[in-house]
């Protein structure tokens, strides 16, 4: 059973900088990708970045360009640097693996989640 634990969030004024880091515990063979989801209070959950076992990434529009993820696999670690933040970045940020096949952007396709944490970024 893999555990996730996400931290590096806070509170950061627009055009910032942050970075965020998952740890994964347990087995974690079979987490080909591994993805950063985002949740604004009202919206549904989306998918940030994703980053294949093989290093391949992907990201969504709206931060392409601006956030860049990478992956440990000898440290099962998962990270998101966030740079030139900007207030529609704000929302609770989880990390995701266990991904059982489909899109990497879908979030039915990963069973496990952290409990996330908070990035608000202010104006």
């Known amino acids: 059973q893999v555990q996730l634990a996400e931290s590096g969030g806070g509170e950061v004024q627009a055009g910032g900088s942050l970075s965020l880091v998952c740890v994964a515990s347990?087995?974690?063979?079979?987490?080909?990708?591994m993805t950063w989801f985002r949740q604004a209070p009202g919206l549904e959950r989306e998918a940030v970045a994703g980053?294949?076992?093989?290093?391949?990434?992907a990201y969504a529009d709206s931060v392409k360009g601006r956030f860049s993820v990478s992956r440990d696999n000898a440290k099962n670690t998962l990270h998101l640097q966030m740079n030139n933040v900007k207030p529609e970045d704000t929302g609770m940020y989880y990390c995701a693996a266990d991904w059982v096949g489909g899109l990497w952007s879908g979030s039915k396709f990963y069973k496990t989640w952290g409990r996330g944490t908070q990035v608000t970024v202010s104006s």
């Open positions: 980053v294949f076992r093989d290093g391949m990434s």
């Open positions: 347990g087995h974690t063979d079979s987490d080909y990708w």
